[in-house]
C-alpha cells in the first residue's frame, strides 16, 4: 500500500486508462493544448478549440504520450455538477441559432431544456481551469 500513502494518484490506482493523465489536443488548424484529467473517469474525443477566435474542434492526439500526474494548474477535465450542466444548456440554447429556429417558443425550449437535463450523468466531464 506503498503507493497510496500521499493520497497521490498512481496509474494503478486508476481504473480509467486516460485517468489522472495529461493529455495534447489539436485542433485542425494546428492549435495544441495540454489538458489534464483531474479525475478517474473518461474524457471526450473531442472538445471545442481553447485558440481565441479558433471554431474548429480539438482532437485527443498522441495516446501513447498521456501522461499519468498527481497534480496540474492549468485547464482540466473535472466532474460536471447538474447546476453546471444547466447553466451550460441555457447558454447553449440562448445562444445557437439552429436551435432558436427549430424551437422558436419559450416554451418550446423550456420543454428542451428539461429534455436534455434528464441526459445529466453523474461524473460526467467539463473543462474548468484549476490554478
Ligand atoms: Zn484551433
Redesign the pocket.
Known sequence: MAEETNNIPTLKMSKHVEGFCLMTYR?A?G?TELLWNSRDGVTPFNIK?N?PD?D?N?QHIAWEKDLCIPLFEGRCFVDNTIENFKEQLIKNIETNKGIQERYPTEQEREELLLRLLEGFDEGQPTIKCLI
Do not use: F, P, Q, V
Request: with cysteine.
Open positions: 485542433c488548424l492549435h478549440c485558440y479558433c474548429k480539438s
